[in-house]
């Protein structure tokens, strides 16, 4: 499974903001904004239609804080990549 | 009456705030370890700074699972004082014992230095012998502690007076220059709606001792000595 965890639009992201003018100084202008969050690759043993509840529930409780962030849950297709 | 210490792995303040509180009379400060789940023999409990599970993942996040933690809640519930200093204070707003979340600083920077903060409400056990508008001088020492709440929130903190402490300037104006981190409007510190559980950036562990710079958190400590004291009294 992949979580993708993003600041909300409404959270200030001066990490972001620092790499946008970073890459528009390196001559990519056209760049607009840049948002970082976090990456996770999580294996699981099980069913996915049964893990994936669960899973949800830990990405609002740990992986994620909803004060602050918004998460995506996606499923890693097998033999993908 | 007793205050517990309580150490995370990664806390790095906790032999600051014992050092602070043993010289504080009635305080009786012990540690407690964070696999404990218990907390039913202390008044008053602090969450110190540090980087409590290297701020892995993120500040705070990993600590609010700690087995202590189901009997900070515990307790808060009941009405006992909670401190969070720090790093502390990140590990309350994961808790969810206190609303908002700390973030990134604006500037992106580490920021380490004095800062001075005016106290917004008197009226709270941990501000009893500071009147509105007492500067505080308290230093600071982190990397996420960008207050941010929704408007909705910031609203409610407003209205019920949670806000207990900002960043202001020496002549004690909340302007921009002196809020160090980018926290919306300057908030330095804020307690729950109830008032018993208490969350700050600032050091005031580390503001204990004229000689090392301020004692002015000292008038925090008491504070929270004189409410437990006061409350016995009203109880007994």
């Known amino acids: 499974m992949r979580v993708i965890v993003t600041p909300k639009a409404t959270?200030?992201?001066?990490?972001?903001?620092?790499?946008?003018?970073?890459?528009?100084?390196?001559?990519?202008?056209?760049?607009?904004?840049?948002?970082?969050?976090?990456y996770l690759e999580i294996e699981v043993e099980g069913d996915a239609a049964e893990v994936e509840p669960r899973l949800h529930q830990l990405c609002r409780d740990l992986l994620s804080n909803p004060v602050i962030?918004?998460?995506?849950?996606?499923?890693?297709?097998?033999?993908a990549e | 009456m007793k205050f517990a210490v309580v150490q995370f792995p990664g806390s790095n303040c906790d032999q600051d705030c014992l050092g602070a509180l043993q010289r504080i009379e009635g305080a009786n400060p012990e540690y407690v370890w964070h696999k404990e789940t218990s907390?039913?023999?202390?008044?008053?409990?602090?969450?110190?700074?540090?980087?409590?599970?290297?701020?892995?993942?993120?500040?705070?996040?990993?600590?609010?699972?700690?087995?202590?933690?189901q009997a900070v809640v515990k307790e808060a519930a009941a009405g006992k004082l909670v401190i969070g200093i720090c790093n502390g204070f990140q590990i309350l707003c994961e808790a969810g014992l206190l609303p908002g979340a700390l973030v990134r600083n604006r500037t992106l920077r580490f920021i380490c230095r004095m800062a001075t903060t005016r106290v917004?409400?008197?009226?709270?056990?941990?501000?009893?012998?500071?009147?509105?508008?007492?500067?505080?001088?308290?230093?600071?020492?982190?990397?996420?502690?960008?207050?941010?709440?929704?408007?909705?929130?910031?609203?409610?903190?407003?209205?019920?007076?949670?806000?207990?402490?900002?960043?202001?300037?020496?002549?004690g104006r909340a302007v921009p220059e002196a809020n160090w981190n980018g926290s919306v409007e300057n908030i330095a510190g804020i307690c729950n709606r109830?008032?018993?559980?208490?969350?700050?950036?600032?050091?005031?562990?580390r503001a204990c001792e004229e000689r090392l710079g301020s004692g002015d958190g000292v008038r925090i400590f008491e504070s929270m000595v004189q409410a437990v004291t006061d409350q016995r009294a009203r109880a007994a």
């Open chain 1, 11 to 38: 959270v200030l992201d001066p990490q972001g903001a620092a790499v946008r003018e970073a890459m528009q100084h390196l001559g990519m202008p056209e760049v607009r904004e840049v948002r970082i969050g976090k």
């Open chain 1, 69 to 79: 962030e918004d998460y995506q849950l996606q499923r890693s297709e097998e033999g």
């Open chain 2, 39 to 69: 907390l039913a023999g202390y008044d008053a409990i602090v969450l110190p700074g540090g980087f409590s599970y290297g701020d892995y993942l993120r500040c705070g996040a990993i600590a609010r699972f700690s087995p202590i933690m």
């Open chain 2, 120 to 171: 917004e409400v008197a009226q709270s056990p941990f501000t009893l012998g500071t009147p509105e508008g007492t500067l505080l001088r308290l230093p600071v020492a982190h990397g996420e502690g960008c207050f941010f709440a929704n408007e909705e929130t910031l609203r409610e903190l407003n209205e019920n007076r949670q806000v207990l402490l900002r960043y202001v300037d020496p002549a």
């Open chain 2, 194 to 205: 109830e008032r018993n559980v208490f969350g700050l950036m600032p050091h005031p562990d």
